[in-house]
């Protein structure tokens, strides 16, 4: 390599780190190529991100696969209180004692309960009524005009199944989606964190009065089962379960609302992969799990932190900075699969591959229900309307724009349905 071309390389990389750092226009449009020069020249890289918390990105999927389960990284923020106060502030500490923010042995106790709850006899029950709710949303599509496929249908098949499994009654459904938005979308000016403190307190005050709404009326859904669990060695806190609901609630729909938009988008821009799965509908199982490497809809696993040093390919983590590590990097890394930056619905072995629901201990609890709703939505929606088209170019989505890049999802997915 010429020293021009070492300088070209330096400058290139320092780009890619300057945009993953902001979280620019055109790095949420298209971060793929962000991840790729990380991958190649700096695949731990130190961020200087808006929040003002050092952050050492992983864009590798090895090193990536080992993150998600080293016991040096760990997942409670409590343990690194002035990081979370500058990322979130106080008011976020009610709605984060749960499970995802937490180590063993307190994760594997709540775990443990959530998971009796939640279990698969539960999950595959659901299925008639998930194909039930998928008809009716379906049926009030209009086809004479395009409509936002988010609004009218990925979006509410998910929030419907996962309140009616939680309990949460229909007339509460819309406010409790709106304030999961706001914590979405809020940035870290401090009119953004007095917004985000507003909707936290409006969740926490929700959370805290429906599970007293439940202790007098239970009945068969998953806050009721896990109330009567509170007489047991080792139960939830109050807390712990409101937090519960918060998480089980949030991540319970949008990452499910989101992966089925970006699978009807990539299969209506790669219209030969829509074709196999139309004359195969035996290879759609397959499909979802490449649309969940290709085009995942968690960007970024949710924030770790160093509790020492740690080196990572010649990289030191100082302790008590925080992790990030990029799923949908690790998912395009041409050490792991071929050709990676191809849509492939025929690709194997992705389910034990892929990490678009993580690994090891933290490992996606709703991965079951999220594939079954998958399957439903898509079999379903290219069963009635196997010519449906999009009414935008392609080239035109727009993509999320959030403060930093948790989730990948589009903004509005406008399409024709043509019967």
């Not at 962000?34 to 890289?45: G, I, K």
């Not at 594997?108 to 008639?128: D, M, Q, W, Y």
Request: hydrophobic content about 40%; charged content about 25%.
């Amino acid at each position: 390599m010429t020293q021009l071309d070492e300088r070209d390389t330096t400058d290139s990389t320092a780009d890619a780190i300057a945009a993953a750092s902001r979280g620019s226009a055109a790095y949420r449009a298209n971060p793929y190529p962000v991840y790729a020069c990380l991958r190649e020249s700096a695949p731990v890289c130190r961020l200087s991100p808006p929040h003002g918390v050092e952050t050492y990105l992983i864009t590798r999927y090895d090193d990536a696969k080992v993150a998600l389960t080293d016991p040096r990284i760990s997942k409670d923020m409590y343990a690194a209180m002035d990081a979370y106060h500058t990322i979130f502030g106080d008011s976020s500490i009610a709605l984060d004692d749960n499970m995802l923010f937490s180590d063993p042995p307190k994760h594997t106790r709540l775990r443990r309960i959530v998971n009796r709850a939640f279990s698969p006899r539960r999950i595959e029950s659901l299925g008639p009524r998930i194909q039930q709710i998928t008809d009716e949303l379906l049926d009030r599509c209009a086809t004479d005009a395009p409509i936002d496929l988010l609004s009218s249908f990925a979006f509410p098949l998910p929030l419907i199944v996962i309140c009616e499994l939680i309990g949460i009654p229909e007339a509460e459904r819309a406010e409790a989606q709106k304030w999961c938005t706001t914590v979405a979308r809020t940035g870290f000016s401090k009119k953004d964190k007095e917004k985000l403190a507003e909707a936290e307190g409006a969740l926490r005050d929700y959370f805290a009065d429906l599970i007293l709404r439940k202790r007098k009326n239970a009945s068969d859904d998953l806050l009721s089962d896990l109330i009567r669990t509170q007489d047991e060695q080792g139960a939830m806190t109050d807390g712990e379960l409101l937090s519960t609901l918060w998480v089980l609630l949030f991540a319970g729909h949008k990452t499910t609302a989101y992966l089925i938009g970006n699978a009807v988008f990539n299969l209506l821009t790669h219209r030969d992969q829509l074709r196999e799965v139309l004359e195969d509908p035996e290879l759609l199982p397959n499909a979802i799990e490449e649309v969940i490497r290709f085009e995942g809809s968690v960007e970024n696993a949710t924030f770790r932190h160093a509790l020492e040093d740690i080196d990572i390919r010649g990289t030191l983590i100082p302790k008590g900075s925080l992790v990030q590590i990029a799923v949908a990097s690790a998912n395009r890394d041409p050490e792991r699969f071929a050709c990676p930056d191809t849509f492939d619905v025929k690709r194997e072995g992705l389910q034990s591959a892929h990490l678009g629901f993580g690994s090891g201990a933290h490992y996606c609890l709703g991965a079951p229900l999220a594939r079954m709703e998958m399957r439903t939505a898509l079999t379903t929606l290219f069963q009635r309307f196997p010519k449906i088209e999009l009414d935008f170019p392609a080239s035109e989505a727009e993509w999320l724009k959030v403060p930093f890049p948790a989730f990948r999802g589009l903004e509005r997915l406008p399409v024709a349905l043509v019967p």
